[in-house]
């Protein structure tokens, strides 16, 4: 019998060796993957690069998101937080399309509770439309400014046949996502003014990024990522803390902080700029929808300190800021619409009042800061049932006499 050589045998204890270190690895991860997923941990990374908007969701993608509040949530086919649509319209249908941004999306809550979603059960029950069945689909991605929301009408929204639509807009970063001054977010369509008209910038569509999202090896590494509740939490700390600005924080209260900008008059030319920039995105959208003789409806949403149930709370943030009250954007977006002849409903006022007579938050979740970020169940089914009061009234967009829209 031949000896085996002591070479043989240092290099079968080397391989056991690696092959316990890999499967003591591999049995680590698993247990990892099983505890993160019992913990609900889940961060999967939903958008996709689009031509036209800078960013999509990603068909078909079914996950939990627990950033946020905590909700299982599906997009589907056409890439929108929504159940399947038809193009078509079906007979003795009315139609509602809602524009916006994360708040429209509403991952943060389950999606029957999204407020629009609640708006087509409150609609039901009056004489809104007549006779017809109401529909009101949701046409939300997060971080969109109004320029995408502009977009996205023109290229996605026209194809099912709306008869209203309503655009949210959200005090806390809709300014300065329409400006590429002010924004972090910079691989996205920009509008600009030149010569007083709106001019379109899709060099975003050349930048590094966008390119890098679009190659098939990013796709599968994404892929990979979204399968593995280990790989997310690896991204989010390889990424930072996973915290974007929708969180919508009010952790400074500086007159310049960007987050701010809606509660003051603008004191900069880049704020002046912004504000200019956004009013003429809101005008053109107005326009846009009249061209097809459609209502369009103009909803400025709310912040959470605006609406926070503890006095003392608004007001040492007021006063750091220095302002009168805390309703800055709604009161230049509800003179605009008297301007432009725009039917505006502002949420922010009464659903304060709604929150302090009822010592209720309406943003925050248990996983969050209390009365800080999205809306909650609470704060959509409100929001929903004002814009529901309104419309059931019977509102109708109007007509600014003797004025042309720009």
């Given amino acids: 019998m031949n000896a085996v050589s002591p070479q043989k045998t240092r290099r079968k204890k080397a391989v056991g060796r690696v092959m316990l270190v890999c499967g003591g690895l591999l049995a680590g991860l698993l247990?990892?993957?099983?505890?993160?997923r019992v913990m609900t941990f889940?961060?999967?990374?939903?958008?996709?690069?689009?031509?036209f908007v800078g960013t999509r969701l990603q068909t078909g993608f079914e996950g939990m998101w627990t950033k946020e509040g905590q909700a299982q949530f599906r997009i589907n086919s056409a890439g929108f937080r929504d159940i399947e649509r038809k193009h078509a319209k079906p007979a003795g249908t009315f139609r509602i399309a809602v524009l916006g941004d994360s708040y429209v999306e509403a991952l943060q809550v389950p999606l029957e509770n999204a407020f629009w979603s609640v708006l087509e059960s409150e609609l039901a029950d009056c004489d809104f439309s007549g006779q017809k069945n109401v529909e009101v689909l949701g046409f939300g991605v997060s971080g969109f400014g109004t320029g995408q929301q502009l977009l996205m009408l023109r290229h996605y929204v026209w194809d099912y046949e709306p008869d209203m639509v309503i655009l949210l807009m959200c005090p806390h970063n809709d300014l300065a996502d329409n400006s590429r001054q002010l924004t972090n977010s910079v691989v996205r369509p920009f509008f600009s003014l030149k010569d007083d008209r709106l001019e379109l910038d899709n060099t975003f569509r050349q930048h590094p990024s966008y390119i890098y999202a679009n190659k098939a090896s990013t796709r599968f590494k994404v892929a990979c990522i979204n399968r593995s509740r280990v790989?997310?939490?690896?991204s989010r700390v390889r990424n930072g803390t996973g915290r974007t600005r929708t969180d919508d924080d009010s952790d400074s209260s500086s007159r310049n902080n960007i987050e701010n900008i809606c509660y003051v008059q603008p004191e900069t030319a880049t704020w002046r700029d912004a504000w200019e920039l956004t009013e003429r995105l809101v005008v053109e959208i107005h326009k846009e929808v009249q061209q097809r003789?459609?209502?369009?409806?103009?909803?400025?949403?709310s912040n959470g300190i605006q609406v926070d149930p503890r006095e003392s709370v608004r007001e040492e943030f007021r006063k750091q800021l220095g302002v009168t009250d805390l309703f800055y954007f709604e009161q230049r977006i509800e003179a605009l619409?008297?301007?432009k002849g725009i039917t505006a409903i502002s949420l922010g006022k009464p659903m304060a009042q709604a929150a302090q007579r009822d010592n209720l938050f309406l943003h925050g979740f248990s996983n969050t800061a209390k009365g800080r970020g999205h809306w909650n169940a609470d704060g959509h089914r409100l929001a929903a049932k004002l814009i529901a009061e309104k419309l059931c009234d019977g509102i109708q967009p109007r007509s600014a006499p003797g004025e042309s829209l720009r």
């Fill in 231 to 234: 790989l997310q939490l690896y």
């Fill in 293 to 301: 003789a459609v209502p369009f409806v103009l909803v400025a949403g």
């Fill in 42 to 51: 889940s961060e999967p990374q939903i958008y996709v690069p689009d031509q």
């Fill in 31 to 36: 247990v990892a993957e099983c505890v993160l």
């Fill in 337 to 339: 619409a008297n301007r």
